[in-house]
């Protein structure tokens, strides 16, 4: 399939020009003016006065995930769908590792879900929840041979995820040596898992105090340990969905030393906050997920951390369980909500509607946020992540005065609420294509299950970034 996109503005990190954009055999083979001229192409899409985006790539995405007794309501297929609807062209899930269990068989169940489901491209992090001696090769043999570059281990969740420092520090001195990554989710578990049960001892039990229990504190302390563990290491370190000021300003004042550590954060944090969660009854339990929302004049000091390069990154942490049967499965006890919310179709509209249009963050930096700096983190560059020759495909035609109403009837996320509803947007994608092929078009699905291919990644450019 040959494809010429005309007179778009095409937008990267870095640049920002007016140039018609020629795909053959799912890569980008030409960009240029009046290629009409000079190409023969079997579909031509006019993207005259739209931005012409590299595709996005969400990097913390939990589809079909077996947690808190139940399964996220997303899968591959309907997960992918959703994804490609919002501009999303690549993915980085996660494989889980479960105690006693190996890599291999944790990518091989994780590989089995995807495939023959996903419509765009994925690839997985490695959850680990345990590192014993004979996971150190298993480690090398992910990045090396099957490109998993990026392992991810957890500060919180005791007894489910949580590992201790001695373990962390195992698997930060060793990405020094194959060239991983380590995301870390930072939150104090035992100090949280110590106020949950004192809160439900009180009968303290509406979905609110999920967000009382988990303070602001305990998700800086063990990001300020977390960053000091990697120090000591010697290695970069990636803190996934950052949602305080507290967090920030320990990634902050590292960067200032000149330590590489890195940090995403997600639209939810960016735009709901605490007060969500003293809306009437069980609503609460819709924002569910950890780290909790917080107090509203956060939100102004991740922008900043956004516009300034403190945060690198913004993925989603797509988590979606439908309040009938499964949120309200903590009905009588917040601890027993199942964690996480719906968002991999909403980000880039999100961000560009409360991002670029508000003027807290330039278009390029949009793109640099949502799929270039993504592609570097962890090992995508620059087959994804940009508009190059050369480079993947993956390319959104996005009207930027598309109107939208975010809710349950128009979006695709396989979900019975949405944390956004009512909320209308100001831009969306006309036209989604993934390597060559388009998928979205005029909000139809026009893919393929299974079109979606798995992407064995290098390793992490966070040392040089
Ligand atoms: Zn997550």
């Known amino acids: 399939m040959t494809l010429l996109i005309e007179n778009g503005r095409v937008i990267t990190a870095s640049d920002d020009y007016v140039a018609d954009v020629y795909c053959e055999g799912g890569r980008v083979s030409a960009i240029g003016a009046q290629l009409a001229s000079r190409v023969r192409a079997e579909r031509t899409i006019d993207a005259r006065g739209k931005y012409v985006l590299p595709g996005g790539i969400d990097v913390h995405t939990h589809l079909d995930m077996p947690f808190g007794g139940t399964t996220s309501t997303d899968d591959f297929e309907t997960g992918t769908i959703a994804a490609a609807f919002g501009g999303t062209t690549s993915l980085v899930d996660f494989a889980i590792q479960y105690r006693g269990q190996t890599m291999r068989h944790a990518l091989d169940a994780w590989m089995e879900k995807a495939s023959g489901k996903a419509v765009i491209d994925y690839s997985f992090h490695m959850i680990l929840t345990e590192l014993p001696d004979a ?23 005791p007894g489910v995820f949580m590992v201790d420092d001695a373990t962390i520090f195992r698997a930060l001195r060793r990405t020094g040596e194959n060239g991983g990554l380590v995301c870390m989710h930072a939150e104090n578990g035992g100090v949280i898992d110590l106020l949950v049960q004192e809160a439900l001892r009180r009968g303290e039990k509406a979905p609110k105090y999920h967000a009382l229990t988990r303070p602001p504190r305990a998700e800086g302390e063990a990001t300020g340990r977390a960053i000091a563990l990697a120090e000591m290491a010697g290695v970069p370190i990636y803190i996934v969905h950052l949602s305080s000021a507290d967090a920030l300003r320990k990634v902050r ?14 639209p939810q944090y960016l735009f709901l906050s605490y007060d969500n969660y003293e809306e009437p009854g069980f609503e609460g339990a819709k924002y569910v997920m950890s780290p909790p929302l917080r107090e509203k004049w956060h939100q102004d000091v991740l922008w900043k951390g956004l516009a300034k390069d403190d945060l690198q990154v913004i993925s989603t942490d797509h988590c ?5 049967g499964q949120k309200e499965l903590g009905a009588d006890d917040f601890s027993k909500i199942p964690n996480g919310a719906p968002g991999i179709e909403t980000r880039l509209t999100l961000v560009h509607n409360g991002g670029v249009r508000k003027g807290r963050i330039s278009l390029n930096r949009f793109v640099e946020l949502c799929s270039t700096t993504p592609a570097r983190m962890f090992g995508l560059f620059p087959r994804k992540g940009t508009i190059a020759v050369g480079s993947d495909a993956d390319i959104v035609v996005f009207d930027p005065e598309k109107h939208q109403t975010l809710g349950v009837k128009s979006l695709h996320m396989r979900v019975d609420y949405n944390p956004y509803e009512g909320t209308v947007v ?40």
Do not use: W
């Open 320 to 324: 979606p369980f439908c309040m009938a």
């Open 253 to 266: 004042e590292a960067r200032d030393m000149g330590l590489p550590a890195f940090a995403e954060t997600c």
């Open 135 to 157: 996971g150190l090769g298993d480690m090398d043999v992910m990045v090396r041979d099957e490109g998993v570059t990026s392992f991810k281990l957890f500060m919180a969740y």
């Open 426 to 465: 100001h831009g969306a994608p006309t036209h989604v294509i993934s390597r060559g092929n388009v998928v979205i078009e005029n909000d139809r699905f026009v893919g393929k299950r299974g079109a979606g291919q798995f992407v064995k990644r290098g390793p992490s450019l966070a040392r040089e970034l």
